[in-house]
Structure formats: C-alpha cells, structure tokens
C-alpha cells in the first residue's frame, strides 16, 4: 500500500520525518530512478526508493535505548553551531538512532532514542497524549502560581492539556513534579514562566510508565522488551 515518502524513510530508520522532508525538498531522494518532491507516495518493496543513490529498506530489528542527557548537549544529530550533541553519547549503541522528542541544551534527564520511525510517531503526536514527568527547581510565588499551572493555559494559541503539578519542596527555591501530555517547544519552562516562575533546573524522569531511575548522567542502556511492549501499548 504506497505511503507518504516522509514516513517511509522515517521507517528505514533515515531521517526523522521532518528530516526527510528536508532530503525531499532538496531532490536528494528518487523513487524508480525519478526525483520525489514533498507529498510523493510509494510502495516500499514495490518501489526502488533511494537517498543519495543508496536504496532503502526496513531494518529487520530496530534499536531502542534510554539516555541520560545531561545539561549542556543539544539534542539533535548534528548542530550548525557546533555545540556538543547527543550523537556523541550514544555513538557506540552500534547503530544510527534518532532522539524521540527534544530536551533543550539546558534541560536533563530522560531521552529515547531509536531507528524506529513508527513508535517515534506515537510518542511524539498530540493525540496519544503520552505522559512525560519532570522534576522542576523553581524561584517565585508557588502558591500564587499553582492555580495558573493547574488551570486552562495556552502555548502559542493551543489550548494545553491539564498539567499535574505537585509540590515537592517549597523555599527560595522550590521543588515541583509536573506531568504534561504534549510535547510543545520548552513547554515546561515557558508555562512557568507564565506563572511567574523561573525555572533553575529542568529534569525528566519518566515518558509513559518508563523511568529513568538511576541510569547515570551521560550514560545509555537498550531497553528492554517489556519496556519496549510497554512504549508501544501504553
């Protein structure tokens, strides 16, 4: 059944979709010795679909591992300006993978990483709705914010999901566990703010039901089955 060029070489573990919509519109992919544009389809298996020249075909297993970003590595494959990435930490995982999601340059905690173009989709698409929990170090008023991060709150003129909003530790600088269900551009830091907070610190600890748990900073593991099952049916 032809699909959307941009999930096929997301599939074969290539590009992020995004990415491949970029190779698209740069004429580097064909599909039976012709040049594709953005919004072409194909049949994978059917189709010869090329990168570069080089033909595509589905991985016969994928690849999925946690790591621990820590701050100050930006999350992409390669960064124009050239700040550290976190290819650098998983490039002895033995495969390309690719981030599932985004953690800012100044945030840590919990990234996926995979060649599994199809479970990227379901964790990052709005409609799946899939947790992500943070630990969030914060200066301001918690108690006058609090109504603000619990209530109706908006991003860009998207009208957010609730938030879960714990307090952990309160003081000059307070502690909050906050669980959102989008994945919005620096959405944690700039719903604070928009409480009058300021976020010193930024952690996530959980996407779904898997936890980051005491895998060190800077480190990866694979995951396991159940963990990967739990990612798929969750």
């Known amino acids: 059944m032809p699909e959307r060029l941009q999930k096929i070489l997301s599939a074969c573990g290539v590009a992020s979709r995004r990415q491949a919509e970029t190779l698209l519109s740069a004429g580097r992919v064909t599909v039976n010795g012709s040049v594709a544009s953005l919004g072409d389809q194909a049949e994978l298996g059917k189709d010869v679909i090329a990168v570069d020249g080089t033909a595509l075909s589905l991985p016969e297993t994928h690849t999925y591992l946690m790591l621990h970003k820590p701050r100050g590595y930006v999350t992409t494959l390669s960064d124009e300006k050239g700040r550290k990435t976190v290819k650098e930490l998983v490039k002895d995982c033995g495969v390309r993978v690719y981030p599932i999601g985004r953690l800012d340059l100044d945030s840590e905690g919990l990234l996926l990483l995979t060649d599994d173009g199809?479970?990227?989709?379901?964790?990052?698409?709005?409609?799946?709705?899939?947790?992500?929990?943070?630990?969030?170090?914060?200066?301001?008023?918690?108690?006058?914010?609090?109504?603000?991060?619990?209530?109706?709150?908006?991003?860009?003129?998207?009208?957010?999901?609730?938030?879960?909003?714990?307090?952990?530790?309160?003081?000059?600088?307070?502690?909050?566990?906050?669980?959102?269900?989008q994945g919005k551009n620096r959405q944690v830091r700039r719903v604070c703010a928009q409480a009058g907070l300021h976020v010193t610190r930024l952690k996530r600890t959980a996407v779904g039901a898997l936890r980051l748990g005491d895998l060190e900073k800077g480190k990866w593991r694979f995951l396991t089955q159940e963990e990967i099952d739990g990612l798929k049916q969750g």
Do not use: F, N
């Open 118 to 181: 199809a479970l990227a989709h379901r964790l990052t698409h709005p409609s799946h709705e899939v947790e992500k929990t943070y630990l969030v170090w914060v200066q301001g008023d918690v108690e006058k914010a609090l109504p603000i991060l619990l209530g109706p709150m908006r991003l860009d003129g998207v009208l957010l999901s609730p938030a879960q909003v714990q307090v952990r530790k309160q003081g000059e600088t307070s502690l909050l566990s906050i669980v959102i269900h």
